[in-house]
């Protein structure tokens, strides 16, 4: 099985880094092929990087999604998830609702501990628009940068700790989603301390891909999903066009 | 790894049915370990029955859930889903829940098709709960009895297809839930003709539950989900009590 | 008319209790009929202890439900309040859905003080099962264990009261629900000392129940609470099934 | 026990029947006391009437609700309740809350049969403001004026019981609530004929009404309902003012 | 263009101070007509006041509604805004509701900064009734009586201004709606202090007012809000019926 | 006052279209700028384009936001619309929004009527995250294309008429949306048809656009809306990053 890990900002660290966590939990016969856009912001962290990082999304599922047997979209905000899907017809699994159905499954209740503050509404549009609304009891911003991320010391993984503790007791919570992508080598580390599940979006979303893959489905292509219509696509996105051909078929 | 796949209802067929369908996912290295309650309904067609059926699951994530890595609960009515997580350190997993959450990363809008139009409130109370009221577009009752499902012969088939065809038609649905473990059997073959997803729950509380045992995330024992309580319990229940052990331990 | 009032867990002193609570504010002609099952938990504090609860008021329910004219479910977390609806033609209400609607026409927003923590979400979950999650601005627990509300002595009261005060305060509500059927004693004296509507389930139960049954009103038999379908149950539960007869009638 | 029964509109022939309905219903004890507003519609069919309703009712309830130990709202609108709730101690019900609460009780979901199309909309939006938007699973207009109920002859019940039997239908629904008070004589007639609980708002809140009292419980006066502030008013509502005197006092 | 703004209550120097609001932003065209009715209280401060202000507001609506291109209600509960609807034919504007769409323009989340805490329950409904209910982070009183405000000195300005900066800190708020016509004259000032958009309903219903009737768009006289049904009103309210005449016609 | 008005699609005779329809309703002060992204789908007509479509727009709104007192984003599905935000201190406006909006202020409930059936989700996650879930009663797909519209003939005209009585009826509407720009002409020519308010967003948008500026009141530039961090951009988007300079100065 071949899956596809597209890491919707353009910095190739942070593309290697999700990488290695997607191998690290891919089951033994799953390959992973990481990618990013060639264009767009080097972090995402607000809207209008999230904007590039959708079409980045995009090309990236059009270029590679007919030569994989699922997709992971590995941004916290979920960019382009809709778009990846119509584009597809291997599953197409976004970090954040991965992590969302996977804390779901563990606890009455979670909370987020993510990056910024400021994309804190990000992930509360997401849970209302997935319905983890109930479920998730706060979304607590660290104002750590994305980037500082990529080698987090011991410093910033107390701070993280720090605020999943007060999420913890503050929202009467029994887990913990890492809202970032850049998080995912700190979730192992982290449950220890914590003493509760602690689930990066990454893994979830390899092993929920895989789940739904070996059991033979697929985004639906009936309605909503439908592969994108027949039409003229303009400057850099002008080979990203979809021929009129049978449902189903790739390009 | 080690699945316990709880059937909540007394008919020993439907167990080994269901069985079945577990085993025919599984990972490789994966054993499925099937049970029933001691008592209850012969098939879950209500609340009353359904009352029973939650306490059989208590009782049998009780007997068995120490031993297990995962938990998978075969009724859609997901009934003891709450108790069983509060029994267990392994991840439990509902039916109706398991494909509920699978098809919303295929769809954008699924339909739901079961046994008995009387069951449908139960569905849609579990939706509701879940957070899946917007994504799912309807329930659609076929009033087979779920002991029929057993042996579903062709003009059965048929009937749960039309149902199907009705349901993506009128709903403008792009997926398929079958509502009913008795109908594990029935999704490929419906899936085929359909041409969208039809989504089993046996089958995808299998995956799930191997994904994220494999993760090494368990049910949250801080909080909602704690162990139970030591405490007395009466009748036929006298043996199924907790002791005042350590956090996390199973007895 | 005759109440019959089950009390979900297995501790006869909670069991006379209730009966006197429920005697206190019963009408002239309204006998009380206290029950409860044989079998389950001693006291209800946890999803665990629900489940046994919920199949011991579908049997009470069913042994007792067609010589009665009402029955009241003595358990905050109403268990088996659908099953016992199923089993019953007589109307069936739970303690915490009438303390909640008789809470909402008192107040624009009121607070649940209740035992355990842990068991807050049970309440929430009902909270928004029944729509009263607008209603009400807070469920607070106390980590009173249930069983010690037999003989609540001044030093409880006083905890009680402290919490009811911190709720009316922080959650700017009007009215306190006391969360739990051995708080039933306490709902006068707390309503002196705070100024504000305090209401215990049991005794808002026994008057909804006395003035629907007056009005012959019954809970419907059409649809989602029809009677069970006739059908074989195993183990203890092997009597409690229903005969094929007429709806309506009662085994 | 005195309980007054505001009917929101200017028709005195209306006034006597709900005056009836609210008797044939009332406990031994209980006396019933009626009464309209001088001013306002001969009939509430509409947003406009009910503006002129809201204000009768704060009038009726300022005038008289010091005197009696509970308060019903006779329109199906619950025009001025929470207003009527401000002014009073004694409980307040209002028809259209008090069906909604009854159907609640006996059925997973119910539906409104009531007069104007054009009405609809205030029950939506009243089962949105009370949060029984689930339960409730449809209301329909019959486009019966509410006059005419005055003198229902057989020709009306049969629309009416026509409308009932279409939305028990299409709605999947177990209850009927009938959305007007002009049609409280009608429920037992429907009831027998329908097989389901039809439920009558006038009834119900009488109920409701003597069970509240009979507890001790009264409209909060702590928050959102504490008794208005003394202040100036004009014109006609001149006298209706309250004095600054304690809280819990009438005027 | 003609805009009637309607004070909801008997104040007559508030009134005066609604009126050189309006015309202090009303485009060059636009007339500005202020009225008030001539019953009810001095200050609209909970429900009680409210119901004779919707029934105030009906009034003048049915007086001058005929007779102008838009109109603005001019009190924060929106009192008698689906009466005023039904009664005009011209737009209907109510100023909570302008101020809370004209937010929701400018931050994914405002708080609110209102009068007496006793009336933040109206705002709350209100929210929720128009939806605005999750854009909303807060609803925050601040015990200054209405008609204090007519003379707001430096000491109010600054408590209203603590008030603000504490809803935006603790609500993660980007905007502040002051909730209460007699701020008008506030929202500039607040605004250059805050930083933030700060928004007074009286000014954006008249922009809203102002850009719906340029477009040709006018209350929809189909359904819902379709015109009063002809009949008989009694007392002072006598002569404020509607002719039988065509739809869409205005007496 | 200078507005933007973006066509998130690249075709220009669509582009002018649009400018021509705000023109035609811009206030006589109101200068109209109009563009479109250099890449990108010749129409929106899914979640695929639409997610070039956000980029584009944030691109012109980096590149033109700062010129401009308000930007109008000219396609149905609001592409961008948090991402312009966040890139402009003007206010920003979608006329999915605009329209919802106006729709609001004139019925209880109003209909969509759209182009192709597979859009309709994608304006129903707009209704549920802007909060108009319970205001819209339907969205109705006509599966015209998008780019037919430009010269749209009585056929057309007649067809989407005929979609808006069905709306009307079945929704029990009051109101009409249409849900594409392409349908800005059509609007004043179906309003007569119908007899009820139809709504084109665009020009809702302008006169929003144009209210909110004349007040001064611009898109929050704390929390969510914040200007975009300073960063690196890659590939085509290299040039549009923000400059670490001062808040609410633009670039």
Redesign the interface.
């Known amino acids: 099985m071949k899956l596809l890990v597209v890491n919707p900002n ?1 910095s190739a660290p942070m593309t290697a880094q999700i990488a290695a966590a997607a191998r690290a ?1 891919a ?1 033994p016969g799953t390959t992973i092929v990481a990618t990013q ?7 995402i ?8 990082a ?2 980045g ?2 090309q990236q599922a ?1 270029l590679h999604g007919a030569q994989v047997d699922g997709v992971v979209i590995a941004c916290f905000g979920d960019p ?1 998830l ?2 990846a ?3 597809c017809t291997a ?3 976004g970090i954040a ?1 991965a992590a969302f ?2 804390a ?6 979670f909370s987020v501990v993510t990056t ?3 994309t ?2 990000i992930a509360e ?1 997401l849970l ?8 998730c009891r706060g979304v607590h911003g660290t104002d750590i ?1 994305v980037l500082e991320l990529e080698a987090a010391g011991p410093a910033l993984v107390t701070r993280i700790e720090a605020a999943a503790r007060h999420a ?1 007791q503050h929202d ?4 913990i989603v890492l809202g970032c992508a850049g998080m995912a080598d700190l979730a ?1 580390q982290l ?1 220890q301390r914590l ?3 602690v ?1 990066d979006g990454v ?2 979303a390899v ?2 891909a ?3 893959a ?13 592969r ?2 027949p ?8 080979s ?2 979809f021929a009129p051909s049978a449902v189903g078929s790739s390009s």
Chains 1, 2, 3, 4, 5, 6 share one sequence.
Do not use: N
Not at 172 to 175: D, E, L, M, P
């Open positions: 353009t939990v089951a856009p060639d264009f767009g912001a080097a972090s962290e607000g809207h209008y990087d999230d904007a590039f959708a079409a999304v995009a059009r382009g809709d778009a899907r119509e584009a599953p197409v699994i609702e159905h996977a779901s499954f563990l606890a009455t209740g910024m503050t400021r804190c509404v549009h209302h628009k997935y319905g983890f609304e109930r479920r940068p913890l009467r919570s029994g887990a192992a449950q003493g509760v599940p689930i893994a979830a092993k929920f895989e789940g739904l070996a059991l033979g489905l697929h985004t639906s292509k009936q309605g909503d999903y439908a994108p219509l039409k003229a696509y303009a400057g850099w996105a002008a990203l066009g």
